[in-house]
């Protein structure tokens, strides 16, 4: 039982690696697409997280919804709008540097504060078992405002969305 | 208590939703877009109407909405502001012909992402509050057809307000993470715990990136004057109201039900910040021709003036906050009613325009007079009342440096707002014409007149309302 | 739980500075988007390995996942709408 914990174990540390990887590649290369697809790697590695934490609703609602729907929308925008032989315009603005230096002093310090912090790791969270459905009578039952409120936000979006986007009525069709 | 139970107690906002529905619908029936747009002020007006405030602080949907005095005033400034912003909107010359309905109903919808953003006291609501705000906003940043200034304003404030979102919900899960619970009581009896002081601190600085934002607070204020150069004049009034005094009723229902025992800590943190924020917005103002511009460092300014009352942290503070920020919408959105009257009238929002305006339109210069003054905290107008508490808060809790800075500021403030009065009265205007504002133009100015000098001369019942809200 | 909380933590930490490097780096409008992606998984994967361990309640982590999920896809969307918009205005997305 051990080896296969350690092999598990060790599969995951390689999904994690392979995940950061993956995302700096999403935001330093150079073709617009090859980031879209690097993305696309982030998202399907993180559902891989979502199941080694015993998440397996939610990583394939993240497959389903992140990297069908949302990944779907990036590349349709990304081939509207790019020329796609341009691909050696220059993605990184002036201050990379800096940008890398902040972000790795904030690691630094938040890594610092979240590894020294007593996380009050619970027993009976840790065994307990969440399905499917207790997720669904959770959506319903307690939770049922938020629920109510995100369908119509949605719409909202959705109304608003159309309206900025579409490109404008023939003259005739004016009132 | 359940959700059947607590729907008695959210009729209004029921009401309010389907008002958006109706109006969004309306638009295959009804050939008179004007017409809409009154339904939608009926329906906030109706809304208002049927707006109660229970004896007992009521926790309705199992605890994401909370129904409390706070709540229930920030109804009323919610509907109010955005009822005014649809009066104004009715007689603006760029709205775009075809989409009439859609603004309107997207605005009612925003009402209800505001009301719904003041009684949060879940992490989980806050952020969804939030994002439903920041969302409907963007969309509305972007509404005039075929203007790109408009589209990159809507691009801009979309990237910052993604990105200071997703930050502050970064924050939101340490704070999940470190107590086990989304529900503010709960996080504030297991932070009080050892051994959470630094991951506390961090997760506030995560979220008031978030917050920051919303309240256009340095040094997240930098999207603010694009944005608002670029949106539709009527959003951007509503954008320097609406959601500034609801971010700050986030703020104040985060730091107060979750970090007041870590005030020793942040305290400093904010002073900072409000320094920041004035001392940039008044210096950066000084120079602005545009007046869409000169109003919206104004504005971040008076975000600064308002971080004081947070700061001190007291009764009186607190009191302070609210008073001030009802004194601003009067005043503001007064003002960016001026502001539309004149650029129907010239298509410019430039300095010029408006010289000689004290001759043109007598009474739209004497009006935004007034609400200048009001900003710059004369008396008897009601930025003076805003202030003056504002400033006695302060004092109260000791910050003497702090409110000596905003006495600076606010003599440097005034500079700025006298240009554009003398600009009006003393530069001579290019021709004669006179201005007329259409109906609900001159309604909308009316009321705004009314509230700034009432609330100047007459503050004690808004006083009394607002002492039976904090302390909270 | 296979791998100690710290561990995922620091990943997501790590995630989490990427994306704020890119959001602050990139001059496309898509791939700052990209970028703000990335931000959002990190805070997802906080969520739930926090809702395996830390929680009070098992289900709370997971529900504010969706919900971010739910969200992040709104903003996707309308982020794109109005690049969109711009692209169609300007023809270009650059943020220069």
């Not at chain 3, 602050?24 to 390995?49: C, K």
Request: hydrophobic letters at 60%.
């Amino acid at each position: 039982m051990t080896e296969l914990t350690f092999i598990a174990q060790l599969g995951i540390y390689a999904m994690m690696f392979v995940v950061l990887a993956a995302a700096v590649a999403a935001v330093t290369l150079r073709n617009l697409f090859h980031c879209a697809l690097a993305l696309a790697g982030v998202l399907i590695g993180v559902a891989g997280m979502y199941l080694a934490m015993h998440a397996e609703f939610l990583a394939m609602v993240q497959i389903l919804i992140y990297v069908g729907a949302v990944m779907t929308l990036i590349i349709f925008a990304i081939m509207l709008t790019q020329r796609l032989g341009a691909g050696d315009v220059a993605q990184n603005n002036k201050q990379s540097l800096f940008g890398a230096v902040a972000a790795a002093g904030f690691v630094v310090t938040l890594g610092g504060i979240l590894w020294k912090t007593p996380w009050p790791v619970k027993e009976e969270a840790v065994t307990s078992s969440f399905s499917a459905s207790d997720l669904g009578e959770s959506l319903m039952t307690t939770y049922v405002l938020p629920f109510e409120i995100i369908a119509i936000v949605l719409f909202a979006v959705l109304i608003g969305a159309i309206v900025v986007a579409r490109k404008d009525a023939p003259k005739g069709a004016e009132q | 208590m359940s959700a059947i139970d607590s729907i008695p107690f959210f009729i209004p906002e029921i009401l309010l939703l389907i008002g958006a529905f109706a109006v969004l619908f309306a638009d295959f029936f009804v050939t008179n877009k004007k017409l809409i747009g009154i339904t939608g002020l009926v329906i906030l007006v109706a809304t208002a109407c049927l707006a109660r405030l229970p004896a007992e602080p009521q926790a309705l949907f199992s605890g994401f909405f909370q129904l409390d005095a706070f709540t229930h005033f920030f109804r009323y400034a919610a509907l109010g502001i955005v009822g005014v912003t649809i009066l104004t909107s009715l007689s603006y010359a760029r709205m775009p012909k075809a989409y009439q309905s859609e603004y309107y109903s997207l605005f009612l919808f925003m009402a209800f992402g505001l009301i719904l953003m003041s009684a949060a006291t879940n992490l989980l609501m806050i952020f969804l509050a939030v994002e439903f705000v920041s969302i409907v906003s963007y969309l509305l940043v972007g509404f005039l057809k075929d203007d790109p200034g408009s589209k990159e304003a809507s691009a801009k404030y979309l990237l910052f307000g993604s990105l200071a979102s997703a930050i502050m919900l970064f924050g939101m899960s340490l704070l999940f993470g470190a107590t086990g619970s989304l529900d503010l009581d709960v996080i504030r009896a297991q932070l009080a715990g050892s051994g959470f002081a630094d991951l506390g601190l961090i997760s506030l600085m995560l979220i008031l990136v978030g917050l920051g934002f919303k309240i256009s607070m340095a040094p997240f204020h930098m999207w603010a004057p694009d944005v608002y150069q670029g949106a539709p004049t009527p959003v951007t009034a509503f954008l320097t109201v609406g959601p500034k005094a609801l971010g700050f009723a986030v703020l104040i229902r985060v730091l107060a039900g979750s970090f007041d025992h870590l005030y020793s800590h942040w305290s400093s943190l904010i002073f900072v910040l409000s320094i920041l924020t004035m001392t940039i917005g008044n210096v950066v103002a000084i120079a602005q021709n545009n007046i869409k511009r000169l109003l919206a460092y104004s504005s971040i300014a008076q975000a600064g003036y308002i971080l004081m009352g947070i700061v001190a942290f007291s009764d009186t503070g607190l009191r302070a906050v609210l008073i001030y920020l009802i004194a601003y919408a009067f005043t503001n959105l007064g003002a960016f009613v001026v502001v539309i009257a004149v650029s129907n009238r010239f298509q410019s929002d430039e300095l010029e325009s408006y010289s000689g305006l004290g001759r043109r339109a007598p009474l739209l210069a004497a009006s935004l007079t007034i609400f200048l003054l009001s900003l710059a905290g004369m008396p008897p107008f009601a930025g003076f009342i805003g202030k003056f508490y504002v400033f006695t808060s302060a004092l109260e809790a000791g910050f003497v440096s702090i409110a000596v800075v905003a006495a600076l500021n606010s003599a440097v403030a005034a500079y700025y707002y006298f240009r554009v009065i003398r600009q009006m009265y003393l530069v001579p205007a290019s021709d004669e014409d006179p201005i007329s504002p259409s109906f609900s133009l001159a309604l909308a100015l009316c009321l705004m007149l009314i509230g700034t000098i009432a609330l100047g001369i007459f503050p004690g019942p808004l006083l009394g309302f607002i002492s039976q809200i904090v302390p909270l | 739980m296979i791998i100690p909380l710290e561990h995922i933590l620091m990943f997501s930490t790590l995630l989490f500075a990427i994306g704020v490097y890119g959001t602050l780096v990139r001059r496309n409008l898509i791939g700052i988007l990209i970028s703000i992606e990335l931000i959002l998984n990190a805070v997802n994967v906080n969520l739930v390995a926090f809702s395996r361990t830390t929680a009070l309640s098992p289900d709370t982590g997971q529900i504010f996942t969706f919900f971010v999920i739910a969200l992040a896809a709104a903003a996707a969307a309308v982020g794109l709408a109005i690049v969109l918009a711009l692209y169609r205005t300007s023809r270009t997305i650059f943020t220069d």
